[in-house]
């Protein structure tokens, strides 16, 4: 199995941004920035956001769509998922998750199976078995 940051690394490669939180344009962007996004006009792929007046558009590694967040006053007002090509509001949501790329942390960061992330009530099926390596019974 692949292996993926550990769990006390992605918490800290991860933020949501919730309607009606406030927060200032400049710390929304140095967390961005601390996650290592990209500034651009017009974002087009995951890790990279855009500003343009009261309107921030992040990309994020975990989701299929990038989100456009409104403020007013400090404070995020709406939330929308929108289309790259056409940018088309898709639908209005109430809150984002903003996932860093794992890809470009440094080779001392912890990995961990991502069955290490399950706890004991998961039942796991497995089609074959040879492709388990070590980790199957």
Known sequence: FE?????????????????GQKTTYQSLENKLLFLNFEQKDFVEEPGQ???RGQVFDVFSFS???????SFKNNTIKKINTFNVETQLSINTQDSFSV????????SKTKRVSLLGYLNNNWLVWINDMASCGPFCC
Not at 3 to 19: E, G, L, P, V, W
Not at 63 to 69: D, E, F, G, L, V
């Open 99 to 106: 996932l860093a790329n794992s890809n470009i942390l440094n």
């Open 63 to 69: 989701n299929k769509y990038p989100c456009r967040i």
């Open 3 to 19: 292996k993926t940051i550990d769990k006390k690394a992605f918490k800290k490669q991860t933020f949501i941004i919730k309607m």
């Open 49 to 51: 956001y855009s500003i």
